[in-house]
Nanobody, 120 residues
Framework: QVQLVESGGGLVQPGGSLRLSCAASGSIFSIGRMGWYRQAPGNERDLVAI???????SYGDSVKGRFTISRDNAKNTVYLQMNNLNPEDTAVYLC??????????????WGPGTQVTVSS
C-alpha cells in the first residue's frame, strides 16, 4: 500500500511561479530516485526533472534555468519549484518515485497528477 499524492497545481499568469510537492506514504522501506513528468494534450509524456536519493539532479532542456527540483528524505517528499512560467508549461504534472517496499520488492509508483495551467 504505497501511494503518491501531488499538490500545488493550479492557475497562474505567465511569468508567475508555482511550487509543486509530492509526498509518498505507505509501506515504504526506502526511496531511490524521484521525479516529475508532464503531459499536455497531443504531446508525449516528457521528463521535467529527476533527483536521486543522494540529491543529484537532472532537467529536461525546456525547463533548465527555470525549474528546480529538491527533496526532503525525512518527509518522503519531492518538490518542484517552477519560475517564469509560460503557456507552454501548461500540462498535467505527474510525480514518479522508485520505491522499495517494506515487504520486499521494488517498483516505480506514479501519482494521479496535478494540473498546471499558465494563462492570462
Amino acid at each position: 500500500q504505497v501511494q503518491l499524492v501531488e499538490s500545488g497545481g493550479g492557475l497562474v499568469q505567465p511569468g508567475g511561479s508555482l511550487r509543486l510537492s509530492c509526498a509518498a506514504s505507505g509501506s515504504i522501506f526506502s526511496i531511490g530516485r524521484m521525479g516529475w513528468y508532464r503531459q499536455a494534450p497531443g504531446n508525449e509524456r516528457d521528463l521535467v526533472a529527476i533527483t536521486t536519493s543522494g540529491g543529484s539532479t537532472s532537467y529536461g532542456d525546456s525547463v533548465k534555468g527555470r525549474f528546480t527540483i529538491s527533496r526532503d528524505n525525512a518527509k518522503n517528499t519531492v518538490y518542484l519549484q517552477m519560475n517564469n512560467l509560460n503557456p507552454e508549461d501548461t500540462a498535467v504534472y505527474l510525480c514518479i518515485a522508485d520505491i522499495w517496499r517494506l515487504g520486499g520488492g521494488r517498483l516505480d509508483y506514479w501519482g494521479p497528477g496535478t494540473q498546471v495551467t499558465v494563462s492570462s
